[in-house]
């Protein structure tokens, strides 16, 4: 209830009601004599600067502690000018329980005082209304006629228009959107995909981690000398370039390359008759009709590093696509089965072990022989009669005393046919029928001239055409056999050692024609 004689005593005093609001005000400072809001609003009642001395005083009776009360009876007594007084922009009307008592800064009044110079001028006079000046503006507190601007009243020092406090505008930064190509996703991407685009973005990214751009900084760095290698090798090695040039040849649809179907070779040897290799060969094919005609050329590159002073090289050269204008005079071969490994993954099993390996190498298929009177073979895994098989083959390493060739009628291990060549100038045809090996003629292997001796690649042709087996190398016929054990199965590559263990011999251009 006291808060409501309080709340009524102030709004009795906004509306100019002064002496119904003092009715209440003063038994509830008798009642309440700690309650310095009271006290305050009680000064609002009284026109005269003496009153409001002696309420002050009282109240300092009764609170000799209370600041605010001091600073008021110190504003009303001072000399100091009393446009300089301001007062806390607290509100007058927040009320509270009696059993709460405010702090003295929450109550109206609370003045704060600068420490100006005194003068006599500053002394606050009661007022005296002048009869002959306008009459302006009153004061909203004592009456006091003020001036149409003022901010304060000159006579009772109250503020009239509390200074407008703005409120304080924070500014929040908003982070701006990411460029596509740093988001997330297009990182991952790029990972996955490209890791030198990933790198770029990951570089340039102000606000990836640090140990990302680390990482993208060894990737890339990485990545261009990997690639500067290969393209160094690439356009340097002649193997490499004669690769290039072929297929070129092959895409610009200069020259074509060697698939299952009908097709027209030519076959030559080249050989060096220096005493330096080749570096690089150019093999130009030209195909003319009966009358002299010019159907066509076509050209292919080799390895000049293979031709070998004093040894010959063999080389093939697929002009089919040349032939088309002819109708015929030329006899075509029907291939059923071609492999030129460039592709692992073209059926061959890959095998490693004790006594060596078998694989795809550098567009080659490759076997290691490492034990002593030892052989290994691969077969693509076919079935075949009546054939003719082709394939060119190059010692890499090992010794001359060796073996290497092709096979046919494969069913098993322990039953097919072979036909070998040695880098020493040897061949053999023989057979492995229920696991016991036998060369046809006496003595086993034979001597030929028609091996080309050392590194150099030979071409070996073996056909099985019914009961009969036929040795080619390089072109020429060798030798031929009869033999019916063996009627049908699958073909391969066979290389093997004697006495020296260790050979490595490269086959290339594996091809299976009808008879």
């Known amino acids: 209830m006291a808060a409501n004689e309080l709340r009524d005593a102030i709004e009795l005093i906004k509306n100019g009601k002064k002496n119904e609001a003092r009715e209440i005000l003063e038994p509830y400072i008798i009642a309440h004599p700690h309650e310095i809001q009271a006290w305050m609003w009680e000064l609002e009642t009284r026109e005269s600067k003496d009153e409001k001395i002696r309420i002050i005083e009282a109240c300092l009776q009764h609170n000799p502690e209370s600041t605010l009360a001091k600073k008021a009876l110190k504003a009303l007594t001072s000399h100091h000018k009393t446009s300089t007084a301001v007062f806390k922009s607290v509100s007058p009307f927040i009320l509270y329980p009696d059993s709460e008592v405010p702090t003295e800064s929450a109550f109206p009044g609370d003045l704060v005082v600068t420490n100006e110079p005194e003068s006599a001028e500053s002394q606050v006079q009661p007022h005296q209304p002048d009869p002959d000046s306008e009459k302006g503006n009153q004061c909203s507190f004592c009456g006091a006629s003020i001036e149409v601007d003022a901010v304060t009243c000159n006579n009772c020092g109250r503020v009239l228009q509390p200074e407008k406090v703005e409120p304080e505008i924070q500014t929040v930064e908003t982070k701006k959107p990411k460029k596509w190509y740093r988001r997330v996703w297009v990182k991952l991407l790029a990972f996955f995909l490209c890791m030198p685009i990933w790198c770029v973005i990951e570089l340039g990214d102000p606000d990836a981690k640090v140990w990302a751009k680390v990482l993208a900084g060894i990737v890339l760095i990485f990545s261009v000398n990997v690639t500067s290698l290969l393209l160094y090798w690439l356009f340097t090695t002649n193997a490499s370039r004669a690769n290039l040039l072929n297929w070129y040849q092959y895409l610009t649809d200069q020259s074509t390359l060697n698939v299952p179907g009908n097709i027209v070779r030519v076959d030559g040897n080249v050989q060096s008759l220096g005493e330096t290799p080749f570096n690089l ?7 003319y009709d009966k009358d002299g005609n010019l159907l066509g050329n076509s050209t292919r590159y080799i390895d000049g590093d293979s031709i070998l002073p004093g040894s010959p090289f063999r080389f093939q050269m697929d002009v089919t696509s040349l032939m088309s204008s002819l109708n015929g005079g030329l006899s075509t071969q029907q291939v ?6 460039s592709d692992p993954n073209s059926g061959w099993t890959v095998s490693k072990g004790e006594e060596g390996q078998t694989g795809y190498l550098e567009g080659q298929w490759r076997i290691v022989v490492d034990k002593a ?51 020493d100038g ?8 229920n696991g016991v090996q036998t060369f046809f003629g006496v003595g086993g292997m ?30 020429d016929y060798v030798d031929a056999v009869d033999d019916a054990d063996l009627t049908t199965g699958d073909v391969g590559l066979l290389a093997g050692t004697f006495e020296n263990p260790g050979t490595v011999i490269a086959f290339d251009n594996f091809t299976v024609v009808m008879p």
């Open 426 to 433: 040897y061949y053999g045809i023989g057979k492995v029928v």
């Open 281 to 287: 060969v150019e093999l130009e094919a030209k195909v």
């Open 373 to 423: 009177n030892y052989d290994l073979w691969s077969n693509p895994g076919s079935q075949f009669d009546n054939v003719k098989i082709e394939v060119d083959a190059t010692k890499l390493a090992g010794e001359e005393s060796n073996r290497f060739g092709l096979q046919c009628r494969y069913q098993d291990v322990d039953n097919y046919y072979f036909a070998v060549i040695s880098s």
């Open 336 to 341: 059923l089965y071609y492999d030129s490994f």
């Open 446 to 475: 034979q001597v030929t001239d028609k091996v080309y001796a050392r590194s150099t690649t030979n071409h070996i042709r073996f056909d099985c055409v019914g009961t009969r087996l036929s040795l080619y190398v390089n072109g």
